[in-house]
């Protein structure tokens, strides 16, 4: 996610140079067919070229709305995802104890249990993240096995959705825990309450992952845009050449700031379509994980955490 408030020049350059350097080019073409050679033939009436522009001003609005939708609703879900594993921390914390008329077994064993179990839960955020972007198989070993048993660990890796595997591994320790007198029914069923709310959050990011933005709006946006821009000189030669001689070539940084104006709005809302690819416009889940792993290792008190993941080149990913 891009942090600085504003964009630095070589950010929007990198998506602006071509497009501006193709109606530069084509733009003076038409300029000097006009102007120089007299083909009076290309002009035409304003008023249809300005009504195109307000279609496509609305359609792409339209479609950006779409886009915002997708990526505030990732962020969101990870906030919600936040707020669980803080509730599943403070929760584990509190009820997983021994009952008053049990035999209270070693305080360090209960220590390795909740760590277990939180531990397992950083895991889950982290899989997650891998799963959404794609990684799993070259990230798994350095950014999510660290908080799994070697067991738990293969168990999981290879599963077509690992973050499900794990949720389910922390549903079975749950049975373990009331079994042995750890944990009273009715925490338990406030835990499983809680693996549902996660299973619900990772559902509505698989979906936004899985469910590509409607092509019809996303490719018609990007046809509509630059039929505009090879329209809009039409529409403008006229009306320059009645300032006077040579006054026709202002048609070119016209046309051009125009279009690039409308091209900008178009690639926006295409680099919000799609909010958990690892992109700068995207939801910064590994700072989000980060953010997560600090909350919960200090609520088992540990002392060694990691730091907050810093911005790099205005990026937050």
């Known amino acids: ?9 070589k950010v929007w350059w990198s998506y602006s140079w071509w497009p501006l350097l193709v109606c530069f080019l084509y733009d003076s073409f038409i300029c000097l067919l006009y102007g120089y050679f007299g083909v009076r033939a290309l002009d035409l009436p304003w008023a249809p070229v300005a009504t195109l522009g307000t279609a496509v001003a609305f359609y792409i609005g339209f479609k950006n709305n779409g886009s915002y939708d997708r990526f505030s609703e990732g962020r969101q879900l990870w906030g919600v995802i936040t707020n669980l594993s803080r509730l599943w921390a403070i929760s584990i914390s509190d009820y997983v104890q021994p009952a008053p008329d049990e035999v209270i077994p070693d305080p360090a064993e209960v220590r390795e249990l909740h760590r277990r179990l939180l531990y397992r839960q950083l895991a889950w955020v982290n899989a997650l993240r891998l799963h959404l972007r794609r990684q799993t198989a070259e990230r798994w070993d350095a950014e999510v096995a660290p908080f799994l048993s070697l067991a738990d ?3 999981a890796r290879d599963r077509n959705n690992p973050p499900t595997h794990l949720l389910r591994q922390q549903s079975e320790e749950l049975r373990h825990l009331h079994q042995r007198g ?36 996303a490719y018609f946006s990007y046809v509509f845009v630059r ?34 104006v409308f091209n900008t709005i178009e690639v926006v809302g295409h680099t919000s379509e799609n909010p958990f690819d690892n992109t700068i416009n995207d939801v910064p889940m590994s700072s989000i994980c980060r953010t997560i792993e600090i909350d919960l290792r200090e609520l088992l008190g540990e002392k060694e955490l990691p730091t907050k993941l810093e911005a790099v080149n205005d990026v937050l990913y």
Not at 189 to 206: K, N, W, Y
């Open 153 to 155: 660990s293969a168990a």
């Open 227 to 260: 039929v505009f821009a090879a329209v809009l000189p039409l529409g403008l030669v006229e009306e320059f050449d009645k300032m006077g001689p040579n006054h026709v070539w202002l048609t070119v940084p016209v046309a051009m700031l125009v279009a690039w």
């Open 1 to 9: 996610m891009y942090v600085r408030n504003n964009i630095r020049f």
């Open 182 to 217: 750890l944990l009273a029914v009715w925490r338990q069923v406030s835990l499983v309450d809680t693996l549902r709310d996660l299973f619900h959050a990772q559902g509505g990011c698989e979906r936004i992952k899985n469910t590509p933005f409607p092509r019809q709006y």
